[in-house]
């Protein structure tokens, strides 16, 4: 028989998922058009969804309501997940949900600040300067007997294409994998950093060249993923031992979800349409797909990796530590879309490692 | 024709065939920045022939009317879904059905009223409401089915109540389109049905849709043979190799006349080539794992016991297939075929090459096994380790499972063992340079695999020992060093639990208990095994032997709901508890008479 293997390491269970309620803005046609909430935070573990005729209620991680402010979603969230990146371990933050929900805003922060030290700066600015605190410390603690490299690279998924945050100028990039470094983007810049400030700076040099719409719902709608990757290497010198750690820290900003179409869809319009977002729409179908295996036949599956998961299977379940965060917004019109939003997280909770260690026993015992 | 605002029919057409191909052409350029640029201009034509077409008398032509309606009404549906406005669109298209309801059956409405279904279905899976996409969808399929038995005529396609008289489509464009129209329904329909985990329902609608792809030649030759592989891989999952065989064959056959085709512009780009390449090697991993389940399953039905060939169940097997064989020649097949008659003979061709009834000896398993062999080799040639680790190493490790299934069926001891030095040759290379920070879940497969097959290949080499007089000390050199390194690789799998500070869990999680037990529970096994003259070698081996045993018996003991998963092992663990203290005690006293 063959047996299901869970590789999460140590105390790292399944991925956290938590959800974030926006609050209602102006100015939108959202905003506009909103004559009622269709939610109510119930807890800061359960949310109810008022749909027809039953309510629904739904439990997470943590919820945060439309009061939450960015430092306690960073550090209810995002801060251990930094602690274990500087522990060796991978981590993998994401931002999932709906176009205008707030993923930009909580990833990053309002965008018109361009303000580091801004008040509503938002998670990627927070683990940034959480992850240099901690280098720091690490250093005094260690003095000269522990250094650290950071490096950093930013990239962007669109169409099933990869293109170079960093290097506007770059033409369409290779995912490859090594035997002994992972999964990596073929020729991506990567950047030295040194302090939290240089990673803001590069991060928001790479954000004004990512690809966005303006559509009447909303007037900046994010069109592809953007991942932000820190690799964290320390090395630390004992007698003549030398001990070298490295992990990837990747922050994940999707494409609205409200696109995710199937993409194996016939028909020209809408392989048009579902193409943009091919790889949220993949991601969901791994996870299915993750979580539904288990009869313990072999098979292979032709269309298996989008570029986004292929390029974060470890965060899907390898030896790394993921959160999802998902974003909501309350408005009654957004009622099928928050459900959406919320069934993909609930989805995302099931996620385990169905690696299958072949382990017949038959014929052993003998 | 009545007069329509101070426009005039043509102009009203001349506005409507710009709306669409402003929606259908013009917007595939739009900038990225504003990507509905077209469609809303689309849009605004729309709603422009909208109020000449309210702003016409209604009169006996009311029911023209409500059908010109009615088309607007789904463009604009389709406009507003398409822009991202579901909630708009829903209301468009729920009109649209409105105006259609009393004459959806009608050749001029039926085609447009099964698209309006087809468009609120995939709406509603967009909010996730997959029961109401349903809904939609098989009234869409019922819709079709009755109008083929009442009518069957070629319908009007929607596009034609905007055309002048002479440009109206021929019967052969219409019946392509709303056949096309109808495959688009089937295909949702079979993935409604895999969302609703109607398996088996979403198969039979995929390879419906496969079919009718075929028939209408609406079709991407690379693309239908990758969903035909894929297919395959579900029928082997139900273990029907017939319908699996076939469903390659037909993926092979399509697959290689996209290869012959030179492409339109014949500008194909590197990458394609690239591509193409990909997919010929992704339809070659399909066929190894038909080879590969199809040796498994025979093993499934062929094994004792204790996971040996029962000579008695082949003959029976043999026995029965040569009845069935008989039977068939009366009956013939009855399978589900991609009857088209062009591929139809190289798909045969391709299906004989090999077999898809259960082998039941070594010859014949060895036939499959040898076809499964070539299309690793095929598969290799593109997923190199270098660029493309996880599946190369995923190819690797369907290679060793084959010629573990071989071995099997091999009687001669001899021969068996080299067939699993041959898996060990090709796996261990693989798991020594591997860093198991990014492939952990590979890294510990490899490693139970490597312990795994030394551990056979140490029984086997006792089971050739056991027959001979005396055991030489060549063989003794052999048991001991197949040993070590089974040891050693159980070893290093146990190594991989641990957290980054080297401590072992002291509770296993689910997922790594049985491995993590039967891996301790061999290591064990495995020093009592350890050939030696030397006692207090053979002492220490007995205590280190004790020691994994009571890990076993101790962890169950605090963790009762362990049992389950390892009752054979902790019985005979316990068994082992308990002799192994007396048997140590007697060997001291043999060391140590005096004392």
Sequence with gaps: ?366 | MAAVGGCGWAGVCEKFRTARTLSTVESRKDPETDPYRSKYSARALLQEVKQLLSAAEEGDEARLLAVRRAVLEYELGVNHTDTEELSAGEEHLQRCMQLLEPHRLSPDCVSLYIQAQNNLGILWSERDKIKTAQTYLESAEALYNQYMKEDGNPPLDPSEHFMAEEEKLTDQERSKRFEKAYTHTLYYLAQVYQHLEMIEKAAQYCHTTLKRQLEYCGYHPVEWALNAATLSQYYLSKQCFMESRHCLAAASVVFSQAGQVPSAEDNETDQDQQDLRQRKAEIARCWIKYCLNLLQSAQKLLEDNIGELDPDRQLELKAQRKKEEDEKEKGRKKAVLFGMSDICDSVLAMEEKVSSVYPLDFQEAREIFLVGQNYVQEAKEFFQVDGYVTDHIEIVQDHSALFKVLAFFEEDYERRCKMHKRRIDMLEPICSELNPQYYLLISRQLQFELADTYYKMMDLKVAIGNRLEELDSHTIKKINSLAQFAIKYYELFLDSLRNPDKVFPEVLKEDVLRPAMVAKFHIARLYGKLITSDSKKQLENMQTSLEYYTFLVDYCEKYPDAVRAIETELELSKEMVGLLPTKMERLRAKLSPFI
């Design chain 1, 1 to 366: 028989s063959a047996l299901p293997l869970n590789t999460s390491s140590a105390e790292g269970d399944a991925i956290k998922v938590c959800v974030r309620v926006r609050p209602p803005s102006e100015g939108t046609a959202l905003g506009n058009e909103h004559q009622g909430l269709c939610l109510s935070v119930l807890s800061s573990k359960t949310i109810r969804l008022h749909s027809k005729p039953e309510p629904k209620i739904f439990t997470f991680d943590y919820v945060a309501n439309m009061e939450t402010t960015q430092e306690s979603v960073f550090s209810t969230v995002a801060k251990n997940i930094v602690e274990s990146c500087m522990n060796g371990y991978n981590g993998t933050i994401f931002a999932y949900g709906q176009t205008g929900s707030g993923k930009t805003f909580t990833m990053m922060g309002p965008s018109e600040s361009g303000n580091f030290t801004h008040s509503l700066r938002g998670v990627i600015p927070r683990s940034f300067e959480y992850l240099f605190f901690l280098i720091e410390r690490e250093k005094e603690k260690a003095g000269n007997g522990k250094s650290f490299l950071c490096k950093c690279s930013f990239i962007e998924i669109y169409n099933e294409q990869i293109f170079d945050l960093l290097d506007s100028a770059s033409a369409g990039l290779f995912l490859r994998e090594h035997i002994n470094k992972g999964v990596f983007v073929d020729g991506a810049v990567e950047q030295v950093l040194s302090s939290a400030a240089e990673a803001y700076q590069v991060l928001s040099m790479g954000w004004r060249n990512r690809r966005v719409a303006s559509t009447s719902m909303n007037r900046e709608s994010s069109r592809s993923h953007a991942v932000f990757t820190v690799t964290v290497e320390s090395m630390e010198k004992t007698n003549e031992v030398v001990n070298i750690r490295s992990s990837l820290l990747n922050l994940v900003d999707l494409a609205g979800s409200e696109r995710q179409k199937d993409t194996h869809t016939a028909g020209m319009r809408l392989k048009e349409a579902g193409n943009i977002n091919r790889s949220l729409s993949c991601l969901s179908q791994v996870m299915t797909a993750l979580v539904d295996i288990g009869n313990g036949k072999q098979r292979h599956v032709c269309y298996r990796d989008s570029k986004l998961t292929f390029l974060l299977r470890d965060s899907l379940g390898g030896n790394a530590k993921t959160c999802i965060i998902a974003n909501v917004h309350p408005g009654s019109r957004c009622f099928g879309e928050t459900l959406s939003t919320l069934n993909f997280a609930q989805r995302a909770k099931l996620i385990k490692n169905k690696a299958v260690v072949n382990e017949d026993t038959q014929g052993n015992v003998r």
